[in-house]
């Protein structure tokens, strides 16, 4: 009897849901809900970094999602279904109080931004990580040194305590903090209390400072130093934590007769998208996926003994089994990637504002498709202007969401589609700087693999991009990798396969294109990448 899996991908705008043959890999359906009350622009504020959503927006999507893509099925194929996974964005963190409800659940606090799970572009507590950082570096036990040596203020403990210290309301009813990987499987599996969740070794490594050599999360001691407001908030975190191939239980009853799915459904443990979607990539040993959408993620696994006890500067973590279990996952990335592009596309459409608004809505659709064949065709010359790519802050080498982004070397003369080049070519020397970052550091990329809507939806940037790193680029055929990948951990927990390594190579989609870098164009790259270097080294200093 075959056997069908669902893959649940959390994204920043909408939840999708993956249904595929686990004999095959095939996929039998697809289906997209986006969150109604971040659509409507509620609970955010971008001028000040603040980006929430709220909890029941993850509810209310994944039952339309499930109903979707069930009604895309027989019955024959709903009753075949035995396993469900699910990956989302990270670090998105949510205080819960001691039955482990998101706040925003509870009535009196249902339209308190703080209260809700604190999205991963959220940069409301720069100040938090400093402090971290700070307390960390002169600790007896570095609990950064697993995370790259800085931690970052779009992760877990830094946002938890911003909200503990910002809002009276929320400290009066704040138990514990819980990802939005591990609530979801928490709720869908009634193993909500703080102390019985079954954290993803994938989000705690990466994100909360949990590493296996000081004994799980950082001591209590830290943390109260850190803050006395965090007093209690370690021994309400398990310091036990799963790879992502593992069950985290079965679905309830009551989900099972909500989102109509057979009985004894088994769910596993969460995952971070991003790691997801290299899984579903084909991830495997020497290689990185570049997730390549808003901003970037790049996922690196490598056998423990290439880097033994080494630690990785200036990255994102490197945590044991993150992403396969028994290889070392690495995690790099970019803050912004075609949010830069999307930021053009805004400066461009302003006067848009004087039409009506089908035609301002049908114009703006336009601007990208037609700054991509323009910029495409423009010769490449060592004259031509530079960007930055920092627009949202540098994620790595070495985070600093404090910095600012810049485009030099602009004449009267300079175009629209000029600009854009500068910052698609932007977007690209920032990867080249943290493939060399990772070179130096020792790690070992033989192959690199695009995957997200760029990589699948532009040409012109993907081209560029192979061009500026000066490797092959693979993408992925996978449309959804998150949502593969969360299945393939879903079908290993359920024991469908006996490894990952088994998933990936029975499911795998394979690639679509390979772009090859053009050696016409490295010379002046080279001359532009060092201005790159220089407008960066000139942005820092003020």
């Avoid at 099925?73 to 998101?102: E, F, Q, W």
């Amino acid at each position: 009897m075959e056997k069908l899996v669902i893959g649940i991908d959390y994204g920043t705008d909408s939840c999708r849901a993956v249904a595929l043959n686990a004999a095959s890999g095939k996929e039998v359906g697809v289906a997209v809900s986006y969150y109604p009350r971040w659509r409507e622009g509620l609970y955010c504020n971008s001028s000040a970094n603040r980006y929430r959503q709220h909890p029941q927006d993850y509810i209310d999507s994944l039952v339309e999602v499930m109903h979707d893509l069930l009604s895309q099925l027989s019955v024959d194929g709903i009753k075949n279904i035995v396993a469900l996974g699910i990956d989302t964005t990270g670090s998105t963190p949510c205080l819960t109080d001691r039955d482990g409800t998101p706040l925003a659940l509870l009535p009196e606090l249902a339209d308190e931004p703080d209260a809700m799970f604190i999205l991963w572009k959220d940069h409301t507590s720069i100040r938090e990580a400093d402090e971290i950082n700070t307390l960390a570096h002169s600790w007896e036990i570095d609990f950064t040194s697993r995370s790259g040596g800085i931690y970052s203020s779009e992760w877990f403990w830094a946002k938890a305590l911003h909200v503990l210290r910002e809002n009276k309301k929320i400290r009066s009813k704040a138990y514990s903090i819980i990802e939005h990987c591990d609530w979801m499987p928490a709720l869908l599996t009634g193993n909500l209390k703080p102390e019985k969740v079954r954290r993803s070794r994938c989000a705690a490594g990466h994100k909360g400072m949990w590493a296996a050599e000081w004994g799980g999360y950082p001591s209590q001691e830290f943390l109260s130093a850190l803050d006395p407001l965090l007093d209690g908030f370690g021994a309400r975190l398990k310091n036990e934590t799963y790879t992502s191939d593992i069950s985290a239980g079965k679905l309830t009853q009551e989900w099972t007769e909500r989102l109509g799915l057979p009985q004894n459904v088994n769910v596993s443990v969460g995952i971070i998208d991003a790691h997801a979607g290299a899984i579903g990539a084909g991830i495997t040993a020497h290689t990185m996926v570049k997730i390549i959408g808003t901003s970037t993620c790049d996922i690196v696994v490598t056998p423990k003994e290439d880097i033994a006890e080494k630690l990785i500067s200036g990255i994102s973590g490197q945590v044991d089994g993150s992403v396969i279990p028994g290889l070392v996952g690495l995690e790099a990335g970019q803050s912004a990637f075609g949010d830069v592009y999307a930021w053009w596309k805004g400066i461009l459409s302003w006067s848009l504002n004087l039409l009506p608004e089908r035609e301002r809505a049908e114009a703006a659709a336009r601007i990208l498709p037609q700054l991509n064949e323009a910029a495409e065709i423009l010769p490449i010359t060592a004259l031509d202007p530079v960007a930055t790519d920092w627009l949202n802050g540098r994620r790595t080498p070495f985070a600093d969401l404090t910095l600012k982004g810049g485009i030099a070397g602009i004449t009267l003369a300079t175009t629209p589609a000029q600009i854009f080049k500068s910052l698609v070519e932007a977007t690209a020397f920032g990867s080249r700087a943290i493939m060399e970052h990772l070179e130096r550091e020792g790690v070992r990329v033989d192959k690199v693999i695009g995957v997200g809507g760029i990589s699948l939806k532009s040409p012109y940037v993907m081209q560029t991009l192979s061009d500026i790193m000066g490797v092959p680029i693979k993408v992925a055929a996978a449309q959804q990798a998150g949502a593969l990948g969360a299945a393939m951990c879903a079908a290993v927990a359920a024991k469908v396969f006996p490894s990952m390594e088994s998933a990936l190579e029975t499911m795998g989609q394979g690639y679509m294109v390979e772009y090859m870098p053009r050696a016409e164009n490295r010379k002046t790259y080279d001359l532009l990448y060092t201005k790159y270097r220089q407008l960066n080294y000139f942005l820092e200093g003020i």
